[in-house]
């Protein structure tokens, strides 16, 4: 396994999000140059954005495009002018019930955007795209741990089934072009400056508010936490890993990074609880359409190929979540 060599040009998209935060600057302050691109689009509070976007201004290493994946012009023009070695598409359009109501925003951004990610690496020849999929790919599956062998062709959300269709998209873009491409099927991914969007995010906004948190499906649901630093580990290793070509000449790998270790919902919500050092009120509902009873990652591969599995408890990565929330909450 090769160390991440900080020579690297690197084009991050989705920058001012959480996960492309968290990449850039640990790339950052390993002495990469950074490329970010990012809409700054108004799914949840562009402050926040906009704050994790002032904090990698800082850095002498990063440039920013402000830009939509759609388009095409703005990506191509991008490649031009930084010649990256290695790209990470982290820019999408998240969340399962977000899907529901506002398609549209999912087929632009994660199925046209992730296209013109896929055109811009065959113009301008890169080293390793790394993309960001999904847990969700793996959609009502009843076999558990969720493994990277298995069939992932029933999602039950139209986010999920754009995630599967990057996956196609990918794999076609190696064989055809020679790109050597990495998918990341991200496992409910959480921790400070995070997504507002996300459960745990608005629970403690709703328990320091003293109004009931939503729990769906009665409680009865289990999910894979993992903390971000064990997901920006993780990708770390595998920026300068491309993998090897498979038999048909496609150098492709999809690996899950989650904690592989699923939590209970209340365990999780009582957690919450404790580090917030509040009670929540609990309105009790039915599963929501789109949502799944578990998921569970199955990390073998990522610990045969890299010596790594992801290990923070949920005790600690919540507990550095409050600390964060409680102090921005404070500051607002």
């Known amino acids: 396994m090769k160390a991440f060599d900080p020579g690297k040009r690197c084009l991050i998209t989705g920058s001012a999000g959480f996960i492309g935060y968290y990449l850039s600057k640990a790339l950052l302050e390993k002495g990469a140059l950074v490329m970010g691109i990012d809409n700054l689009n108004d799914y949840y509070e562009v402050s926040l954005k906009e704050e994790r976007l002032s904090l990698l201004k800082k850095y002498p290493g990063f440039r920013f495009i402000k830009a939509d994946l759609a388009d095409k012009e703005a990506v ?47 113009n301008y020849p890169v080293e390793h795209l790394v993309f960001a999929s999904s847990s969700s ?87 894979d936490f993992t903390y971000i630093d064990d997901i920006i580990e993780g990708v770390e290793n595998i920026l300068c890993n491309p993998p090897k070509p498979d038999e048909n000449g496609a150098s492709y790998k999809i690996y899950n990074i989650g904690n592989n270790q699923p939590v209970k919902l209340m365990d999780f919500i009582g957690t919450l609880e404790k580090c917030l050092g509040r009670e929540a009120q609990k309105e009790y509902l039915p599963m929501q359409p789109g949502d799944v009873y578990e998921t569970y990652a199955d990390v073998q591969d990522l610990i045969r190929d890299f010596g790594f599995k992801p290990a923070t408890s949920i005790e600690d990565g919540l507990g550095e979540f409050a600390r964060w929330f409680l102090a921005w909450r404070e500051a607002k």
């Open 76 to 122: 191509q023009k991008g490649f031009k002018e930084f010649s990256p070695q290695i790209v990470v598409n982290l820019a999408a359009q998240a969340g399962v019930r977000y899907s529901i109501d506002n398609p549209d925003a999912y087929i632009q951004s994660n199925i046209v955007g992730f296209y013109n990610i896929l055109e811009a690496c065959r």
């Open 137 to 223: 790919v793996y959609g009502g599956n009843k076999k558990v741990p969720f493994s990277t062998e298995d069939q992932v062709d029933k999602p039950v959300s139209l986010y999920a089934a754009t995630k599967k269709s990057n996956e196609l998209m990918a794999y076609s873009y190696s064989k055809l072009y020679q790109i050597p491409l990495t998918g990341l099927r991200f496992f409910t991914v959480y921790g400070p400056m995070g997504r507002p969007d996300m459960a745990y995010f608005k629970f403690a906004k709703k328990i320091m508010a003293g109004e009931p948190i939503q729990v769906y499906n009665n409680g009865d649901m289990m999910r």
